[in-house]
């Protein structure tokens, strides 16, 4: 899932939590291996829908925290959380989403297809003409 052009994700690093590990805009990996200071640091990027650590140095696990179009793709990847069992579990967890973007969610529901279904014309005698008993203000005459 992508913000405006933007990752949806929150924090890439080890599975302590610890140690994060930057994300970089892709079109900066041909250039991390020049960068002065930090070309020996481990970064990340999304290429595609892959997400890349550049010097993982023998990691081999990782932490990553992000909002994923659907959930129950990526509770395959899940390992124990914090000794409780699993992170996110589709059976009994929740969808993971704030109450202010399920009431922007439903506003755009209501006023999208909701407004199309209500303002549209219902004529079952196919002639053409709406129905009598379907205008509103005005009484069917059968």
Request: net charge negative.
């Amino acid at each position: 899932m992508r913000y405006n052009f933007e990752e949806a994700i929150s924090y890439v690093g080890d599975i302590s939590g610890s140690n994060s590990i930057p994300v970089v805009p892709t079109n900066t990996i041909r250039f991390l291996s020049y960068d002065k200071y930090t070309s020996n640091k481990m970064k990340s990027y999304m290429l595609g829908d892959y997400l890349y650590i550049y010097n993982a140095k023998g990691i081999d696990l990782i932490n990553v925290r992000g909002v994923f179009e659907n959930p129950e793709d990526v509770a395959v990847f899940n390992k124990e959380c914090n000794d409780n069992g699993p992170c996110f579990d589709p059976d009994s967890s929740d969808y993971p989403i704030p109450m202010d973007m399920l009431n922007m969610i439903n506003k755009g529901i209501l006023e999208g297809e909701l407004a199309l279904l209500a303002g549209t014309f219902s004529d079952t005698e196919n002639d053409r003409v709406q129905d009598p008993k379907t205008i509103i203000g005005r009484q069917s005459k059968n």
